[in-house]
Every structure is written in C-alpha cells, then in structure tokens.
C-alpha cells in the first residue's frame, strides 16, 4: 500500500486500516484479560472480529507481533499516565526530587489497579516462547524509567548508615556497564547513585507486584492506601536521604479496584 504523502491527510485506506488496527488491539486487550497472555491466540482475535485467521495476517504477522503491539500500547498508556500526572503537579513540585517520585510511584500504582492485565504483561512472569523485539519495545519501555532519571540525575547524597561498603561497591561496580547506555548519556549518575534508584524503583513495582497478585494474601493492610504510601515513602528516603519529606500526592486509588 502507498502511504500517504507527508503533511497530508491519510487517505481512506491507511483510515480503514487504523480502524481495522485499533479494533484488533482492543480485541487482543479483552483477549489477554479472559486467557492470559500465554494463550492468546490470533484466530480467536480473528473469531471476535467476524474475520478469516488469513485476512488478520494482512495487519499482524502472527502471536507475537500482537503480543508486542500491545506491550508498547501499554508502556505508552502507562508512561503517557506518569507524564500526565508530573504535568500536574509541576508547580507543586519546584524541582523537589522525592515529590516528583511520590507522583510517579502513586500513579503507577493507580494504572495498574486499573489495568492489572496489562501491568501484569509488563511485569509480570515472561510469555513462554515469546521474546519482545528490543527495536520496538526499549522506546516504550524506557520513557517512565527516562522520567524517574530526570530525578536521580545530580543528586549525590550520602552513604546510608548501617551498609557494608564493600557490598555496595562491588554492587555499583556491576552497574558500571549501563553507563554507557544512551539513556544515561549526559546525565551525573555514578553507578553507586544507580544502584540506589533502581533498588527504590524495584521497592515501589514490588509494592504494586505484590498488592495486584496478593502475594501476601488480601488481607495484608487493612488500609491499602496508607501502607503503599509508607512503602514509597521508604523508598524515597533511600533515594533522595538528604531530601526533605515529599509533599503527600494523593493516590487518587480511592474507589479503585483490579479487576478479578
């Protein structure tokens, strides 16, 4: 098919195939909440949409290709979340690093109480047989943890008490190779501060992890809301312990329940 010449407007084809596109992913969305990723299956995508297994093929190329159209469709709903969510409270935040990781922790918590399949995809246990193409994934996955590095980039607190230094050295040591990563290009961040953020962030997923599948059963905080906050709060502290406490960000979870 011709595309479209740049700057005009798509044609009637390239409208019918955005349209027959979304209809597939939001088919595959109600797809992965009914079997799992690990079932998903393209003629019963085919099935729903009143559709041959034969003509689906002309829009993906199999599974896997819509396992990875809605992988980036959820990083991109989940980033565009945290993005929204640090534009509103960019006034209140004043370049405060822990405020600002507060909102993106509470929001991500919020997202995937709201969408546990999809969460469940990007963190959760790998689909057997698939692995994620990197050149369309990494861009996705990569914008939240891009957000959360405009927070630890420059802050240099001290070591936290109580800690083998040996341990923490040789732990920042093995982190050395992600410097090179362009997504750390230009930034202050010593491995030894890299390790620090990414034990925060894995703090705070685990947090979500574990109140999404009850790893702990259901009955583990009588009040949700009020222990995740502690939960961040801690991972905060290790983060930023030089900082002053986080102005409270509201959860904005009140109401808000995974589905079953």
Not at 146 to 163: H, I, K, N, Q, S
Not at 171 to 177: D, N, R, V, Y
Not at 237 to 260: I, L, N, Q, R, Y
């Amino acid at each position: 098919m011709r595309s479209a010449p740049a700057g005009s407007a798509p044609g009637i084809r390239e409208r019918n195939r955005a349209a027959v596109e979304a209809e597939i992913l939001a088919v595959g969305k109600r797809q992965l909440a009914q079997v799992g990723a690990a079932a998903l299956s393209l003629r019963a995508v085919a099935r729903e949409l009143g559709m041959v297994p034969s003509a689906l093929y002309r829009y993906v190329a199999g599974r896997d290709d819509l396992l990875t159209l809605l992988i980036v469709a959820a990083y991109d709903d989940l980033a565009d979340a945290v993005d929204a969510a640090l534009a509103g409270t960019a006034e209140d935040r004043s370049g405060d690093p822990r405020t600002g990781f507060l909102t993106i922790a509470t929001t991500a918590r919020r997202w995937a109480l709201a969408n546990p399949h999809e969460y469940a995809l990007l963190f959760g246990s790998p689909v057997p047989g698939y692995a994620a193409p990197a050149e369309r994934t990494s861009g996705p996955g990569t914008r939240v943890d891009a957000r959360l590095l405009e927070l630890f980039d420059g802050v240099a607190p001290p070591r936290l008490p109580g800690l083998d230094p040996a341990v923490q050295d040789a732990g920042s040591a093995s982190l050395a190779g992600l410097l090179g990563d362009p997504l750390l290009a230009g930034r202050r961040l010593p491995p030894t501060e890299l390790l620090r953020g990414i034990t925060a962030w894995t703090l705070v997923l685990g947090a979500v992890s574990s109140e999404l599948f009850q790893h702990h059963g259901p009955d583990l905080a009588a009040d949700p809301e009020a222990h995740f906050a502690a939960v961040v709060d801690l991972a905060a502290a290790m983060a930023f312990p030089s900082g002053t406490p986080s102005t409270p960000v509201s959860t904005g979870c009140e109401g808000v329940e995974a589905d079953p």
